[in-house]
């Protein structure tokens, strides 16, 4: 069964660093690109970038590119996401999901907080 | 970068009834790489269609997609109670693939 779990909710203050994570299993985690979705409260759905874990490529939104990093570790089957000063405006809901293209297996997602 | 528009914000129907919804998109997707997610409160997405028309695993039949290009639509042949929540469409022909701002559809 393919499964993506993602780390438990945080909150941070302004200008701190943050890395969530997102845990692949039940498939070939080198085989598949991974990307990550951004939902701020009551909004739709932001595509934010995608990372193919065999190679690193990465890809990015111009909205996010700079303001994140995406990143994996295949040794341990997981994808991050990360930045290195958060702002309120950081707060939302970040997914996970499978796949370079449409996404058909999602994480459950991790609820970012960011406030003073 | 490709924006999708949704039409309408929020659909009023009712249990039994027929909803299309609209995605348009700003430029050419690269003929039909469209796809189309429900999304309930507090849960993720679940992918409904992919390619514009093919139906992801496990989708009831009442869910339908048609289109290319640069239109698109998703039709809910029958509406069931719990159909009544955000659908999304998104684009992956160019990179960012981008997601249109949604329908919400009521009772």
């Known amino acids: 069964e393919v499964q993506l779990v993602q780390s438990g909710a945080e909150v941070k203050k302004p200008g701190e660093s943050l890395k969530i994570s997102c845990k692949g299993s039940?498939?070939?985690?080198?085989?598949?690109?991974i990307g990550w979705v951004r939902q701020m409260p009551g909004k739709g759905l932001e595509w934010m970038g995608i990372i193919y874990p065999s190679d690193s490529d990465t890809k990015y939104s111009p909205s996010f590119q700079g303001q994140v990093t995406i990143s994996a570790d295949k040794s341990i089957t997981t994808a991050y996401l990360h930045w290195n000063s958060l702002k309120a405006s950081d707060s939302a809901m970040y997914y996970c999901?499978?796949?370079?293209?449409?996404?058909?297996?999602w994480g459950q997602g991790t609820l970012v907080t960011v406030s003073s | 970068e490709i924006v999708l528009t949704q039409s309408p914000g929020t659909l009023s129907l009712s249990p039994g009834e027929r909803a299309t919804l609209s995605c348009r998109a700003s430029q050419s997707v690269g003929s039909r790489y469209l796809a189309w997610y429900q999304q309930k409160s507090g849960q993720a997405p679940r992918l409904l269609i992919y390619g514009a028309s093919s139906r992801a695993t496990g989708i009831p039949d009442r869910f339908s997609g048609s289109g290319s290009g640069t239109d698109f639509t998703l039709t809910i042949s029958r509406l069931e109670p719990e159909d009544f929540v955000v659908y999304y469409c998104q684009q992956y022909g160019n990179s960012p693939y981008t997601f249109g701002q949604g329908t919400k559809l009521e009772i």
């Open positions: 999901a499978r796949g370079g293209s449409y996404s058909g297996y």
């Open positions: 039940g498939y070939s985690f080198t085989s598949y690109w």
